[in-house]
């Protein structure tokens, strides 16, 4: 599994890494939220461990936009923070962080809170409708049992739909959690849309087009059997 570290003091960051790795774990490390973003664009990892006192961006900041996006809102976030009063470590909770271990720490309970956060992925959801099947965890989709290869945009983009069912998703909003700003990519979505209905087959009627709104997924009254 892939856990990804933002932290600024190198001491600290080298031990966090090098337990992690020597426990089975895949691990990028990032000094700024910057090439933190930049690479989180790219590949989700399965959790995030976040120091709060960075520079450029405060910590608490970098965690309110991970769970305000609803691409990166599920991956279990760790703040590792020595900011250590009931206050701080309340806040870090009610921000959304899934633990919060002050510093100093010990590396056998860094590991063990890990193992316990990446337990949870195992109940990750699946998401199922009208023959369209995705699993999160494994990156899959299937349709009527076919396996169907889609890009990393264009899965996100039929997780965001298939979450949600008959919910109308506004342009401004997908392309915020999808790409993670809204404006001038237009065209982008409407062609990311066309590919995904094309790959979907016959399922691919299902991505409605709401004019001048956005997309949702749903079956018509005339598609039933």
Not at 72 to 94: C, N, Q, W
Not at 113 to 120: D, I, P, Q, S, T
Not at 204 to 211: A, L, P, Q, S
């Amino acid at each position: 599994m892939l856990i990804y570290i933002l932290e600024d003091d190198d001491n600290i960051r080298e031990i966090e890494s090098y337990t992690l790795k020597s426990n089975g774990y895949e691990v990028e490390e990032f000094v700024s939220p910057k090439s933190f973003y930049n690479t989180l664009n790219n590949e989700l990892p399965d959790l995030i461990i976040l120091d709060v006192m960075l520079p450029d961006e405060d910590g608490l900041k970098v965690l309110e936009k991970l769970k305000s996006n609803f691409v990166y809102s599920e991956i279990p976030v760790i703040i590792i923070s020595a900011k250590t009063t009931e206050l701080d470590r309340v806040k870090g909770l009610d921000l959304g962080a899934d633990d919060y271990l002050c510093k100093p720490f010990g590396v056998m309970e860094l590991v063990s809170r890990v193992k316990a956060r990446l337990r949870n992925l195992e109940k990750e959801q699946k998401f199922s409708y009208c023959g369209i099947e995705l699993s999160d965890s494994e990156r899959s989709v299937f349709v009527d049992s076919g396996k169907v290869d889609l890009t990393y945009k264009e899965f996100e983009l039929l997780k965001m739909l298939i979450s949600k069912p008959k919910t109308v998703f506004t342009r401004e909003a997908i392309l915020a959690g999808i790409w993670g700003y809204d404006d001038n990519l237009g065209r982008t979505l409407d062609m990311h849309i066309k590919t995904l209905r094309k790959k979907l087959g016959d399922k691919g009627k299902y991505i409605v087009t709401v004019r001048n709104v956005g997309y949702k997924l749903e079956k018509s009254d005339k598609d039933e059997t």
